[in-house]
């Protein structure tokens, strides 16, 4: 029975509710009275529940699909305005005992180079990525639970948080791992983590469970239950993801909503990010292996979709994708994305990118000044913005503020100050030229006359060698 209440994962993520949902999507895909009713509540913005966000995916009218597109867009600008928060990943072990069949990191994968990273060399690689303007971090590390145990992560995360080199600093480390305990997730909060980062890469738990087909990550329901026990840990801020390309992409949104809705009904908060992963080549991964793969326009036209159902949600995307469909997503809907990712471990320390221990191909493989400039060419606010859970705002406060908009009053004055940052510490002349125009330009946009002075002044502070201000 589907209950988005219930804790078990085969009734919050119920098969035959998502086979019921394609089956009316597929009915109602060209019904435009339907349709439009379903914009008309995604324009109140208080988003949409998997069925109609199901028949929204599915219907093939050009003008309605194109309505959706908009709508999209001017959500995300609602929502987002027009900034981009910038972050990286960090990989820190590719040792792993699941056996994971689209990942290069795989258990029986016999000729990937295994490597864990020593203190010392987190530190090196912190300091790597504090040198290009980075603040955010996602780290990511294989599950094992005699080389990465937890307590290694944690050790990892008070290291990451201790380094402070020249005016670098890392300021929100998120947290990509297996899914573990409630009192492993109590651990991580107390280590001061941002968001709790957990890809589902399928719901279909048959699929899911040949795609998994050893290890521990094989327990469907263990996995699915995972952001439960994470904010019974006291996490409130969770990512979820899908790996698209594994299983049909209408059942992956479909499930992908409904896991959305079960945290909003039984915890009262969403997820505070989505990430739209698609499957790419790797060390002894071929993506045509798996013949559910999808086009740009389909992973754009689900971009548009999760924007149009979520819309309080961050939007997150890779540079498993290249510069042109990124482009394209940041006009849909995705508000995050990273810049100048190695996805090896001890990648940043390195002066060529390195490919031994690569967990998937870079597309977009731009500097992280590169990435900042084109960004704003494109009249777009890089952000390295990491305030909210520094200043409490989180879980149900931080939703609260999304949901209302009051946070755009933070977010917009903190994209200006941390750019300003990253223009006096990292950026190149150039860059730094075309920065300053825009901050001086957005300052305008902020509403209040009082903050707008406040701004000023530690745009001032910033010049003079002071650093993070926030709101
Ligand atoms: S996806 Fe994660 S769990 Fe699976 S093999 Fe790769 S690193 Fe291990
Ligand atoms: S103020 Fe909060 S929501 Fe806004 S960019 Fe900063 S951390 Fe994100």
């Known amino acids: ?200 890469e399928t719901y279909h738990k048959e699929s899911y469970e040949k795609l998994h087909p050893t290890g521990p990550k094989h327990n469907y329901a263990y996995h699915t239950e995972a952001m439960d026990r994470a904010m019974d840990g006291g996490i409130d801020d969770v990512g979820l993801g899908v790996l698209f390309g594994l299983e049909m992409y209408k059942y992956e949104f479909a499930g992908l909503l409904m896991h959305a809705e079960h945290l909003e009904a039984v915890h009262g908060v969403g997820p505070h990010t989505i990430s739209v992963p698609r499957v790419k080549k790797a060390d002894d991964i071929d993506p045509d292996a798996f013949d559910n793969g999808i086009s740009d326009e389909i992973f754009e036209k689900i971009a548009a979709c999760i924007r149009v159902a979520v819309p309080y949600t961050g939007m997150i995307i890779s540079t498993r994708e290249n510069e042109k469909v990124r482009k394209q997503m940041l006009h849909l809907g995705v508000s995050q994305i990273s810049g100048a990712s190695r996805t090896s471990v001890g990648g940043y320390t390195q002066e060529e990118r390195p490919h031994d221990t690569e967990q998937f191909d870079v597309s977009d493989q731009r500097t992280l000044d590169d990435v900042v400039k084109w960004l704003m060419d494109m009249d777009y606010i890089p952000s390295f913005c990491t305030a909210c859970y520094r200043e409490g705002r989180t879980g149900d406060r931080f939703m609260a503020l999304c949901k209302s908009k009051q946070i ?54 910033i010049e003079q060698g002071d650093r993070d201000f926030r709101f």
């Open 1 to 200: 029975m589907y209950n988005p209440k219930s804790l078990k994962a085969e009734e919050f993520i119920n098969h035959e509710e998502i086979l019921e949902t394609l089956e009316y999507a597929e009915k109602n895909k060209n019904n435009v009275e339907v349709i439009d009713k379903i914009l008309e509540k995604a324009r109140e913005l208080k988003g949409l529940s998997h069925r109609e966000a199901s028949v929204l995916l599915a219907c093939e009218i050009p003008e309605k699909v194109e309505e959706v597109y908009k709508l999209a867009e001017q959500i995300k600008k609602d929502f987002y305005g027009n900034r981009i928060v910038i972050f990286a990943p960090l990989y820190l072990s590719n040792y792993c005992v699941n056996g994971c069949v689209y990942c290069p990191y795989h258990h029986q994968n016999g000729t990937i180079p295994r490597k864990k990273l020593t203190q010392e060399e987190v530190k090196a690689e912190v300091i790597a990525l504090q040198d290009m303007g980075h603040k955010r971090l996602a780290i990511e590390a294989g599950e094992d639970p005699v080389n990465n145990p937890i307590e290694y992560i944690l050790d990892c995360i008070k290291t990451i948080y201790s380094i402070q080199h020249k005016n670098g600093a890392i300021r929100r480390v998120n947290v990509n791992i297996a899914a573990t305990t409630v009192e492993n997730y109590r651990r991580l909060k107390e280590a001061g983590i941002g968001t709790y980062i957990l890809f589902q």
């Open 408 to 461: 755009q009053n933070c977010c917009h004055p903190n994209a200006l100050m941390t750019l300003k940052e990253f223009l006096e510490d990292y950026a190149s002349p150039e860059t730094k030229k075309v920065g300053e125009k825009l901050i001086e330009k957005e300052i305008d946009n902020i509403g209040k006359e009082k903050v707008k002075q406040i701004v000023r002044e530690r745009l001032k502070k």
